[in-house]
């Protein structure tokens, strides 16, 4: 196979196409009436009150943190196993970054060393403000326990829900905050949906949601009642304080609104990619990504580990299914070993599970065009190389 198979790509159709087109021949590109809509049919899909779509996943968490009023002096604590926007979003507010080692079978936060670190950062005085859970490959944290210490620590919650959409917890949807403040989604095009670029974040707080709704847009309100002055005339509006332009288009929302229609039917082809590839390698040396039993997962990723974790055959794996045209990613490399971070005081062996996982981890190909000669490729290309490497016997 010459074309290369990538771990993820967005799935367009022509009904797709044709909302996009509509909205080009339209009046509005920008601010119309499509955005609203979308983020109806969001909130309504996850179970929740408020959502404001933006340009991106890192700029809903951006403004996520401002309506939580995070700044100079707090802390936010974050999973190591994420893209560096989950923790990105604290530095833009001038606060403080931690990290919370994971579970080394899920890559998700460990409860367990949460509540150790909670434990002693009370003691020491230096709490977070706002913790924020990544709900990694679609697959939801532990959130019922996370919101348990919440109440006990006095911390806010935004769920990293970027890959997790369509995914539920304990039978509720993701993204329906019942254990948080905040929710956040993206919609680049390896996720669930696509909107081209784009995300939004849902709460049930309706203060937050209009915060959040003037910070995307230059902190500007134009509803009357709410000014601080006496209105001027027809063309008045305020900039109440410093926002940020994170609108997201009209364009965007049109495609969004049709790629959401095929939500649960994405959800189910990448259920059962997943499902073929636990099977196809159940009497392998290397473990896919298990799911909790209380999580339906969206499986934005499907991966594997190493059933004896060994560098240097996960880098020898790793490029050899390169060669073979297969796109295979590792997700992620900690957030607390990339430069700007280690510059900022982080060191290797701060979070050891963190660092096993990724340097034990292989994203496969996941998404609904991808073909059944495609999957039967990257299955016997992963079988092949385990064999080529003595790691299995023929």
Known sequence: MMKIIPYGRQSISKE??????KILESDYLTQGPVIPEFEQQIVDTVQASYGVAVNSATSALHIACMALGLTKGDYLWTS???????????????????????????????????????????????????????????????????????????????EDSSHAIGGYYREVPVGSCKFSDISVFSFHPVKIITTGEGGIATTNN???????????????EKKYENFEYEIEGPWSYEQQFLGFNYRMSEISAALGLSQLKKLDGFVKIRSHIHSKYQKSFKKFPITINPIPNQVRSSHHLSFFQLD?????????????????????QVHYTPVHLQPYYKKRGFKLGDYPNSEIFASNIISLPNFPKLTEEEFDYVISSVRQTLFNLMIIKS
């Open 308 to 328: 004896q974790p060994d560098k240097e055959i996960h880098k020898k794996v790793f490029n050899s299914l390169r060669e073979l045209n297969i796109g295979v």
């Open 206 to 220: 309706r203060s937050l949601a209009e915060k959040m709704r003037l910070l995307r847009s230059h902190g500007i």
């Open 80 to 158: 190591p196993i994420t893209f560096v926007a989950s923790a990105n979003c604290a530095r833009y507010c001038g606060a403080e970054v931690d990290f919370v080692d994971i579970d080394l079978s899920t890559g998700l936060i460990s409860i367990e060393k949460l509540e150790i670190k909670l434990k002693k950062a009370e003691k020491e005085g230096n709490l977070p403000k706002i913790l924020i859970p990544v709900h990694l490959a679609g697959t939801s944290c532990e959130m019922k326990s996370i919101k348990k210490l919440s109440n006990k620590y006095g911390f806010f919650i935004i």
């Open 16 to 21: 797709d196409i044709a909302e996009v087109v």
